[in-house]
């Protein structure tokens, strides 16, 4: 059995990468590179390798996406690149994410930097949160010269990348090698400084702050009545934060995770790897349909996690639940001493934030409009910059 620290997908072999390179058709029209939401053109750095360029292949990730090792790991390229690479109709895809992760890869080890630093003369900008779209943002208004300050609640930096994904799948000296790029870049970061306690808006406007953009995700997750006051319940957002935090005591020894999402299968694998016996997986959704990714599913195939679709939760009864067939009156019963839901996320910004319409006040990640995954966050955080250098008069 694993470790819970220890990443289930191996890197590929250095051979193994050249020949996957050698496969791509090298389209002109390039596909992969316009399904990719966050627009880091594996056209170009496939290329670069192709030809046996390794550091230039590098350097195209790195110049098109900030976080392009985060991705490499947490991307589900089978819904982005992968879907539009044409080799699918020869024979199978091109694994894109493995050749990014290889490049990353190479570049943390070899200790190579290409970020470009830009003089910071512009004006300042503050943005509230460290997830994705913030941290992307920033880094896109240092390339133009601005002076970019992310604020952070928590004691470090990453949000849900550090406090959601789990470590056997993005481990934190990932995270970290990332986020040193955007320090270098000249990103201020002020941590344990939560917006509406430590700051507000008239504060951060006293500061000298000429734009303010909001990137402080679904934060909070999503519950029902039947699991009210229930001791043996925990909230899927909270389980995985805590385990992140070192906190494992807990886990459970039969566990029912509810829900069908990535979260709820980063759970399940998570509950197993750090020793529950038995862990079930009851989702909405039929197994056919179900919204978790590829690479969630091998896992949890690899780990023997039993998943269940198309049943709801109907019932819990101390260490019992009782879940009922969404088309059919099946009934499942079940006993464990652990409930993880996992049924969705919400912010908990104030909706008064939310509803202000003034012009230098922006929104980007997951309480956004789009996608709710890593790699859609960052295209929203490159949009964002765009928009905010705009109204700063950058753009003319």
């Not at 220890?6 to 990468?17: D, Q």
């Not at 490049?103 to 470009?116: A, S």
């Not at 799948?169 to 941590?191: A, P, S, T, Y």
Request: glycine share 10%.
């Amino acid at each position: 059995m694993k470790k819970y620290e220890e990443e289930f997908e191996n890197t590929l072999s250095p051979l193994v990468v050249i020949e996957e390179a050698g496969r791509c058709l090298l389209c002109e029209d390039a596909p992969c590179s316009s399904e990719c939401p966050a627009g880091t053109s594996p056209d170009k750095f496939i290329r670069s390798l192709y030809f046996r360029n390794l550091k230039g292949a590098v350097e195209r990730i790195r110049e098109n996406n900030i976080l392009g090792g985060v991705c490499a790991h947490v991307c589900p390229t089978e819904s982005y690149c992968k879907k539009g690479c044409s080799r699918s109709g020869i024979d199978k895809p091109v694994e894109i994410g493995k050749i990014q992760r290889f490049l990353t890869e190479y570049e943390r080890k070899l200790n190579l930097n290409f970020v470009k630093k830009t003089p910071l003369t512009k004006e300042k900008v503050a943005i509230i949160g460290s997830g994705p779209a913030g941290l992307t943002t920033a880094s896109e208004l240092a390339k133009e010269g601005y002076k970019a300050t992310i604020f952070e609640k928590s004691e470090k930096l990453g949000g849900w990348l550090r406090y959601g994904i789990p470590e056997y799948r993005l481990g934190e000296e990932i995270l970290d090698h990332e986020i040193n790029f955007i320090k270098e870049q000249g990103v201020e970061f002020i941590l344990n400084s939560e917006f509406g306690k430590d700051i507000t808006l008239e504060s951060l406007e006293k500061e000298g702050f000429k734009s303010i953009l909001f990137a402080t995700g679904n934060n909070t997750g999503r519950t029902l009545p039947i699991f009210e006051g229930k001791a043996n319940v925990e909230i899927a957002v909270e389980f995985l934060a805590r385990i992140k935090k070192q906190q494992k005591n807990d886990i459970g020894k039969n566990v029912v995770v509810v829900g069908g999402g990535d979260v709820a299968l980063d759970a399940a694998c998570s509950a197993k790897l750090l020793g529950a016996e038995t862990v079930k997986v009851v989702a909405l959704e039929t197994l056919d349909k179900l919204p978790a990714s590829e690479e969630e599913l091998r896992i949890a195939k690899e780990l023997n996690i039993q998943i269940i679709g198309g049943f709801i939760p109907e019932l819990v009864e101390a260490d019992k639940i009782i879940f009922k067939g969404t088309d059919s009156k099946d009934k499942i019963e079940t006993y464990c001493d652990k409930i993880i839901v996992a049924i969705g996320q919400q912010s908990n910004l104030d909706s008064s934030v939310r509803s202000k319409k003034e012009s230098n006040i922006f929104f980007a990640g997951d309480i956004a409009e789009g996608d709710k995954t890593v790699v859609w966050a960052i295209k929203r955080g490159k949009e964002n910059a765009k928009s905010i250098i705009e109204f700063l008069g950058g753009v003319k």
